[in-house]
């Protein structure tokens, strides 16, 4: 079936530095990948998406590409501020399988001043 | 403003009681759903539900009950059977994205912390 295999954390960067947290995928059709990020005590939001092979989201200097090939779509910024601190999660939904998200276990960054 | 609505924000559970955990979206989807996260977990999938009067167990069902009267609401029970609820708890919901991917999103909720008295 689908799933997704997160990173392990907790992750913790100065300011910044260079952020990667890894995600890889099994899927049985053709997903779209997502990147939600939690902050404490709220729930998910959205922080950035590619429906097919090769796209890259972005948003906020955050940046994810769908890779194919190695079923990876690793999270990158290039320089982390404090207020990037929060739990960051992995998602794919496949039509093939009724539209349903699934979730990677998620990882905590952490940035210190 | 749209979105999604879940309250109460915090509640309490007294021993061989049933809860009610409310969900209410006006984005206009088809699609809602319920998850429980845990500590240090990812999100577990409780119900689901694509259209109103129907929904789906997800993975971890046992103890809970849902119902989808009206589109824009999806309220949560946890029953009495559920020995273990303090969680936070997390409602969700899309459209039914079909063959337009880019409009397959799911928005969540503020979420809802259940603690055990």
């Known amino acids: 079936g689908d799933s997704v295999t997160q990173m392990e954390g907790p992750v913790t960067l100065s300011e910044e530095a260079f952020l990667t947290i890894n995600c890889t995928y099994t899927?049985?059709?053709?997903?779209?990948l997502f990147w939600y990020v939690q902050y404490p005590g709220e729930g998910l939001q959205l922080l950035l998406k590619?429906?097919?092979?090769?796209d890259k989201g972005s948003n906020k200097g955050f940046e994810a590409t769908y890779r194919k090939e190695t079923t990876s779509f690793h999270l990158e910024k290039g320089s982390v501020q404090v207020s990037d601190s929060a739990v960051y999660f992995c998602?794919?939904?496949?039509?093939?399988?009724?539209?349903?998200?699934?979730f990677g276990t998620g990882t905590s960054l952490t940035v210190i001043p | 403003d749209g979105g999604i609505t879940q309250s109460p924000k915090y509640l309490f559970r007294k021993e061989g009681q049933n809860v009610t955990l409310s969900c209410e979206q006006n984005?206009?989807?088809?699609?809602m759903y319920w998850y429980r996260q845990d500590p240090g977990q990812g999100l577990r999938l409780i119900y689901y539900?694509?259209?109103?009067?129907?929904?789906q167990k997800g993975d971890i069902a046992e103890g809970y009950s849902v119902s989808r009267e009206k589109k824009e609401s999806f309220p949560l029970t946890v029953t009495s059977a559920q020995k273990n609820p303090t969680a936070f708890y997390l409602c969700?919901?899309?459209?039914?994205?079909?063959?337009?991917?880019?409009?397959?999103?799911?928005?969540f909720g503020a979420g809802t912390r259940l603690s055990v008295l």
């Open positions: 899927a049985t059709g053709y997903p779209s």
């Open positions: 998602a794919l939904s496949d039509q093939y399988t009724g539209n349903q998200f699934y």
């Open positions: 590619a429906t097919k092979a090769d």
């Open positions: 969700a919901s899309s459209t039914i994205a079909g063959g337009n991917l880019a409009k397959n999103i799911q928005y």
């Open positions: 984005l206009n989807h088809d699609a």
């Open positions: 539900s694509q259209i109103v009067n129907d929904f």
